[in-house]
C-alpha cells in the first residue's frame, strides 16, 4: 500500500529536549515536505526537500532542521524546542508536479 | 502577498443537498489547483485537482470550477452525506515545488 508513515503520532516533551520526527514513503517519490498545521493558519511548509541531500526552507523553517540521506527518509529535528512549536506536523510526498500525499500527523506538545 | 483563501470558514448543508466551497488565490501565475479532504485526526487527503488550461473537471460526486478571471476555484459536492463532513482545504501550486494551502472549511452535514 502506498503511504507516507510518520512517528511518533503523539507525543509530549518538554523545552530543549531534542527530538526528531521520522517520515518514510515507499512510493519512490523524489519530493518530500514537512509541514505543520495550527488552528486558523492552515498547513505551512516548514522544510522540502527535492531530492537526496537537497533541501530547502519552506515558509517557517525557524527551529527545525531536516535531513535527506536516503530517497524514502526525510526526519524533522527540533533541536531544542518550544512551547511555540507545539503544532500538528505533517509529513508529505509528491511525484512531481502531481498531488501532495500525506502521513496520518503526528500530534507534538512542548511544555 | 500571496495568499489562498476561504470565503467562508464553516459551512452547514442537509444531508442530500449539494455543497460549495470557495476559495479564493492571489498569484496568477499559479498553474496547479487541489482540493483536500481533511477528517478529524487524520492527514489530508486527495480529492481532485485541476490544472490552469481547464476551467473545470469532474470526479465522482465532486466537481471542480477554476474561474481564472477572478482568481476563484470552487468544490461542488453532490448529494453530500455525513461522511462528507470534514475540513476541505484548497491548495495552488505557483509554478514553484511547494503548495500553499488556505486556512480551510469545516464542513458539517446534518441527517
Known amino acids: 500500500e502506498a503511504q507516507v508513515t510518520q512517528n511518533p503520532r503523539y507525543l509530549i516533551t518538554v523545552t530543549g529536549k531534542k527530538l526528531t520526527v521520522t517520515c518514510s514513503q515507499n512510493m519512490n517519490h523524489e519530493y518530500m515536505s514537512w509541514y505543520r498545521q495550527d488552528p486558523g493558519l492552515g498547513l505551512r511548509q516548514i522544510y522540502y526537500s527535492m531530492n537526496v541531500e537537497v533541501t530547502d526552507k519552506g515558509d517557517v523553517p525557524e527551529g527545525y532542521k531536516v535531513s535527506r540521506k536516503e530517497k524514502r527518509n526525510f526526519p524533522l529535528i527540533l533541536e531544542s524546542p518550544s512551547p511555540n512549536q507545539t503544532s500538528l506536523y505533517f509529513c508529505?510526498?509528491?511525484?512531481?508536479?502531481?498531488?501532495?500525499?500525506f502521513g496520518e500527523g503526528s500530534r507534538l506538545t512542548v511544555l | 502577498g500571496e495568499s489562498v483563501g476561504l470565503h467562508l470558514p464553516t459551512l452547514s448543508v442537509q444531508e442530500g443537498d449539494n455543497s460549495i466551497i470557495n476559495c479564493a488565490y492571489s498569484?496568477?501565475?499559479?498553474?496547479?489547483f487541489i482540493w483536500y479532504k481533511q477528517e478529524s485526526g487524520k492527514g489530508p487527503q486527495f480529492i481532485i485537482d485541476?490544472?490552469?488550461?481547464?476551467d473545470k473537471r469532474q470526479g465522482q460526486r465532486v466537481t471542480v470550477l477554476l474561474n481564472k478571471t477572478v482568481k476563484h476555484l470552487s468544490l461542488q459536492i453532490a448529494a453530500t452525506q455525513p461522511g462528507d463532513s470534514a475540513v476541505y482545504f484548497c491548495?495552488?501550486?505557483?509554478?514553484?515545488?511547494?503548495?500553499?494551502f488556505g486556512a480551510g472549511t469545516r464542513l458539517t452535514v446534518k441527517p
Open positions: 485541476i490544472r490552469s488550461n481547464m
Open positions: 508529505a510526498s509528491r511525484l512531481l508536479p502531481g498531488e501532495l500525499f
Open positions: 491548495a495552488e501550486n505557483p509554478r514553484r515545488v511547494d503548495m500553499r
Open positions: 498569484n496568477s501565475a499559479s498553474d496547479y
